[in-house]
């Protein structure tokens, strides 16, 4: 038993979490960005939703800021562990971050597991959905739910090799591989 915790311990200590944890910042900072979009929309339609996109952009903000410009990480490598391990942190991160909008929602607002799993579903693009009709929901829910759609039909890691260069000489080939099957990098050069 001693022998088996000895190597779970030496397994986490050689990963980097610092360059996860910066890494994830800089993907939250971009992910408030898009928040930005059902935002105005709700500004353009005149609807009270835009309070919770605000919310929710200030928070997403200010935590991917804090994450990104005050981890400085002693080595900015990535191996293939931390690629591996920041496929499956970016989904869960963007999706706790993504459901802030479906909680604070004036019109029947969604529980914490419904909206972590509609904004789960989105980013992973499972198709799953908990509401019966979206016909409630203001335009702004409907254009973040399609966002949410966009960017996990576009690959969360293929974004992040497109957004942060600093992936593409490390952990980023491997990330990219981790996420997109069936095709290799030299294919996609």
Known sequence: M???VRQLNQYFTTIN?????RIIGL????ESVFLLIPLTTCLIYGENDWRCFLIAFGVTAITGGAMAFTIHPSTPSMGKREG?????LVWVFFSAFGMLPFMFME?????VSDAFFEAMSGFTTTGATIMKSISHLSHGAVIWRSVMQWIGGM????FTLAVIPMLNHSGGMQMFNAEVTGITHDKLR
Request: glycine residues 8%; proline residues 8%.
């Open 2 to 4: 001693g022998r088996r």
């Open 155 to 158: 690959g969360i890691i293929l």
């Open 84 to 88: 591996f391990l920041l496929t499956a």
């Open 17 to 21: 979490f610092p360059v996860l944890l």
């Open 27 to 30: 993907l939250l900072v971009i």
């Open 107 to 111: 019109n029947q607002p969604l529980s």
